[in-house]
């Protein structure tokens, strides 16, 4: 491994050069876990071709006097690197204590009065830190010394399965190291995720220098709790919350859960693809002067598409009202790592983020963090709720994987998705020249609704557009897997959406050119594009009887989804539903805990099932191969 590191200057000094040459021995002497290089560039110029070409750059040492101007640079580019300062004869000004202080740089070093071993070894301190894995290096330890086990998990570190003649074929799938690491609270040198005070809280405060966090949880079941802990947290009965409609279920079963009552956002829709999109600008700040009493807004950033909020003044408008900014990320834990997907919702202001680590980096699946930088932040009250969600037996390996992929995105994430930002583009050239298909574009993705909301787009996302190929999205995907043992994302009718990750390799992207060429040949082209089937708007409930936590408690009864003729049951329509009732694809809820059917509803449901055999509709009560609301039985004087 190397880690460059390279001394800064503004102005061209032969001392500098001299002290850089010193330095430059002393590194190459250095024996440790990673090789150290330096060099000496100057000014602002070739500093940014440094910052963007050097994939292998770990610290900057920073000549005085200090330049605020070339300090924002670095953090744009590359917000990582370890900065350090270092003194000329004529010492520190106030201006660069200032800009010390205000850019977080703790090291301090002299050029006259420090041995040059002695700087090596303070640059390579810092980078040392970046790359410590705490957690990771503990469960590591405590597996290497082989310790007899007498404590759950009942596998006993495996051996109830290599010693069985039944079910050792499982231990041979998996490995031993799986069982080995799979350890219980027991193990009190591993720490409490409940109450951490040692190897796990190092590495949740590594996480949280490394994401830009002034707090950082790991979540071992997903963003999905993760989004729940938050709702439960700040939401308290009957707070108003605002909320995108096409928030991901969690949010709405959080909301549930803490008995607030949301106002929903309706998100936008591309009709033609059936894309659901951001909430338009517009529409969040009339919500915001509707509700000045809200307690919170949540908003997802990405989409699954990987359309992105302007979000810096989306959180000015909620902050300038007392509202708390929370942004589901769980597309976008790689966000923080390149310029060209920055700025992040903690960069804009946000003050809660939950990012899925394990959907974009190198963790394991469910592995999550939540990031607050909310100032008045309750540390005590939100651990408490955290531990009502999470687990008393977390799983290790899960907390370790996200060490390792902070550890990875801090020290390397800038080529990496560097790597991953050239393979998706190569992709899209390559896709772009096969017939019938075509990678939409961010202004094709969009709804005419957010022309002018400076949406932005996560470029590692990339939809095909499959209407002018004779094949649907299913079709496609099937033939993917079938014949070329290749899954993607997701699918639509007319789209196929693949995601790139720093795990993508490009061997990997010749592989699908390949297949996405011999399908193509083998399907036939449509004379003209034909439309998709127009999504049509989703309708907006009339009412509210009760908020959803109440109307989960009330006593339900089943109403068929149709009448004896097979048409939609207008018995339905002035009743209460007690679930969330999602027509997918898109996904979005078209009813919610706690709303009224009415006619239009029923309509859109009769449109929808019309247009498409396979339409599925999530949160209905299958009973004997029929659909079933799941009404509420209403109190008198409930509402």
């Excluded at 900057?60 to 917000?79: D, E, N, S, W, Y």
Aim: net charge negative.
């Amino acid at each position: 491994m190397l880690a460059n590191f390279v001394i800064y200057s503004h102005e061209d000094q032969s001392i500098v050069k001299d002290w850089e040459s010193t330095l430059s021995v002393q590194a190459k002497k250095r024996a440790g876990s990673f090789a150290v290089k330096s060099s000496y560039v100057v000014g602002p110029q070739a500093l940014e071709a440094c910052l963007s070409e050097d994939i292998n750059l770990q610290a900057l040492v920073l000549v005085t006097p200090l330049c605020a101007q070339t300090l924002g640079q670095i953090k744009a580019l590359r917000p990582s690197l370890d900065l350090l300062v270092a003194m000329t004869e004529t010492g520190q000004t106030k201006q660069d204590r200032a800009l010390r202080e205000q850019y977080g740089i703790k090291q301090l070093i002299g050029m006259n009065d420090q041995p040059a071993q002695q700087v090596v070894n303070a640059i390579a301190q810092c980078i040392e830190h970046r790359a410590a894995t705490p957690f990771a290096d503990a469960l590591t330890q405590y597996v290497k010394a082989n310790r007899d086990s007498w404590h759950t998990p009942g596998h006993f570190g495996g051996s109830s399965l290599s010693h069985s003649d039944w079910a050792n074929h499982f231990y041979d799938l998996v490995g031993p190291n799986v069982f080995a690491l799979d350890l219980s609270v027991s193990v009190a040198e591993l720490d409490s995720l409940h109450e951490p005070h040692s190897v796990i809280a190092q590495a949740k405060e590594l996480a949280a220098e490394a994401f830009g966090a002034k707090h950082t949880y790991f979540a071992t079941n997903g963003s999905s709790t993760a989004n729940k802990v938050i709702l439960q947290a700040l939401a308290h009965p009957r707070d108003v919350l605002l909320v995108d409609r096409g928030s991901h279920k969690s949010v709405h079963h959080g909301i549930i859960m803490s008995g607030a009552q949301p106002v929903w956002l309706e998100p936008s829709c591309n009709h033609e693809l059936g894309l659901m999109g951001p909430v338009p600008k517009q529409a969040i700040f009339d919500a915001i002067d509707a509700n000045p009493n809200a307690k919170l807004i949540f908003l997802t950033s990405c989409t699954y598409d990987g359309l992105r909020y302007d979000m810096a003044p989306i959180v000015e408008k909620a902050h300038a009202h007392g509202i708390k900014v929370v942004v589901d990320e769980a597309w976008y834990a790689h966000g923080y790592f390149h310029p060209k997907l920055r700025p992040t919702a903690l960069e804009s202001g946000a003050d809660y983020v939950t990012q899925s680590t394990h959907k974009v980096l190198s963790a394991f699946s469910q592995a999550s963090m939540i990031h607050v930088n909310d100032p008045d932040f309750d540390a005590h009250r939100f651990q408490e709720f955290f531990n009502m969600h999470a687990s008393t037996s977390p799983q290790y390996s899960m907390i370790a994987s996200l060490d390792v992929a902070r550890m990875q995105a801090s020290m390397e994430g800038y080529g990496r998705l560097s790597q991953a930002l050239r393979l998706a583009q190569q992709l899209r050239d390559a896709i772009n020249e096969i017939s019938g298909l075509r990678v939409l574009e961010c202004d094709e993705i969009i709804a005419d609704s957010l022309v002018d909301d400076s949406i932005s787009f996560d470029p590692t996302k990339i939809t095909i557009d499959l209407r002018a190929c004779s094949l649907s999205g299913a079709q496609l995907q099937n033939r993917l897997l079938d014949s070329h043992a290749i899954q993607v994302e997701k699918y639509t009718e007319h789209t196929l959406s693949l995601l790139v990750t720093i795990g993508t390799t490009a061997s990997k992207v010749e592989r699908l050119i390949d297949a996405l060429q011999q399908e193509s040949r083998d399907a036939s082209l449509v004379e003209t594009i034909q439309p998709a089937y127009r999504l049509p708007p989703l309708p907006i409930p009339t009412s509210r009887f009760v908020r959803p936590r109440d109307a989960l408690k009330l006593l339900a009864e089943d109403v068929a989804l149709k009448d004896g003729q097979g048409q939609v049951n207008s018995a339905l329509v002035g009743r209460v539903v007690q679930d969330l009732i999602a027509p997918y694809p898109p996904g979005v809820p078209l009813l919610t805990p706690g709303e009224e059917i009415n006619s239009e509803v029923l309509e859109w449901l009769a449109r929808w099932l019309q247009s498409d055999d396979d339409a599925e509709i999530h949160g209905l009560n299958w009973i004997n191969g029929k659909a079933y609301f799941r009404c509420c039985l209403m109190d008198e004087g409930t509402h």
